[in-house]
Structures are given as structure tokens and as C-alpha cells.
């Protein structure tokens, strides 16, 4: 059962990749793990020359709210901080502006849906 969630998950975040990489996005990190949280991708928007930072969730069943629903402030200051960490990790990129987008999967197959400027920094 977890190795079928884990499988279900990857396939849905290379999903969220291929979308947002059609879409004109390029990718430069995955699934990259600090103490406070994870950063499941990282992509580079060329039009605003903007760092986004992607949470991609998945619902079998939207009978509860998608998956966006499930980012909730606490996750958001998660996700927050791991963005904090990656760009201190990164310097040169620190002083680019950055933008915290959602995917969110759900059914069977898995639909997408990808929000943009799902959540600000200083909305936490």
C-alpha cells in the first residue's frame, strides 16, 4: 500500500512537471528535503524570471475539497521555510523574486489543476 501511494505520488508530481514545463516553466529541483519541510518542485518562470516553488497534491476523491484544500497555513509556514532554506542555499538566486504555486491531482486518472500564486509568503 505505501509503495503504491509513493508510486501514485511520483507519477502525479512528473505529471505536474510535464504541465508546468509545457506551459514554459523550467525545471531546476525536485523533491528537495530540509529539516522544516519538503519543496516537491522548483521551477524557474522566464517570463517574470520568477523562482516558484510548486506543491503538488494529490486527492483520489474530491468529495472533501481538492487537493489545495489540504495546504493550509501550517503547511504554507512549511513550505515557506524549506523556500527559505533552498534560496540560502542558493544565494544567487535569493534576490529573485519568488511565487509559492499549487497543483493539485485528482480522480481516476489523476486530473490536474494548477493555481498560480496560490499562497504569499507574507500571507503566513
Known sequence: MVAEQAQRGAAVEAAARALLEQAGLQWRAANVRFRGGELDLVMHDPGSDCLVFVEVRYRRDSRFGGGAVSVDAGK?????????????????LAERPCR???????????????????FRADDC
Open 76 to 92: 504554507r509556514r512549511k513550505l515557506i521555510t524549506a523556500a527559505q532554506l533552498y534560496l540560502a542555499h542558493h544565494p544567487a
Open 100 to 118: 509559492f504555486d499549487v497543483v493539485e491531482a485528482s480522480g481516476e486518472p489523476p486530473r490536474l489543476n494548477w493555481i498560480r500564486d496560490a
